[in-house]
C-alpha cells in the first residue's frame, strides 16, 4: 500500500511538473489583454449619477474586473 501511495504521489507530480512547463500552442488561450491599460471605464451610478474613473484619479478606487464564465464571480455580484 505505501509503495502504490509513493507512485502515485509520484506521477502525480511529474503530472504536475509537464503541465507547468508546457508551452502555448493552439490548444491554449492566448491573454492578449494582460500587461495592457484598461479602457476608459464610465458607467452610471446606482444613484444614476454620471460615474468616470478618469475623474477619480487621485484617489484610491477598486474595481473588480469578472468574466461572465466564472461563477463564483457571478455569485459574488
Known amino acids: 500500500v505505501r509503495s502504490a501511495a509513493i507512485a502515485v504521489g509520484l506521477v502525480l507530480a511529474v503530472l504536475v511538473?509537464?503541465?507547468?512547463?508546457?508551452?502555448?500552442?493552439?490548444?491554449?488561450?492566448?491573454?492578449?489583454l494582460v500587461g495592457q491599460p484598461a479602457p476608459p471605464l464610465v458607467g452610471t451610478t446606482i444613484d444614476g449619477e454620471p460615474?468616470?474613473?478618469?475623474?477619480?484619479?487621485?484617489?484610491?478606487?477598486?474595481?473588480?474586473?469578472?468574466?461572465?464564465?466564472?461563477?463564483?464571480?457571478i455569485v459574488e455580484h
Open 17 to 32: 511538473g509537464v503541465m507547468a512547463t508546457r508551452d502555448s500552442g493552439p490548444d491554449r488561450v492566448s491573454a492578449h
Open 51 to 73: 460615474w468616470d474613473l478618469d475623474a477619480q484619479r487621485g484617489r484610491w478606487v477598486l474595481v473588480n474586473f469578472f468574466s461572465t464564465t466564472c461563477v463564483p464571480c
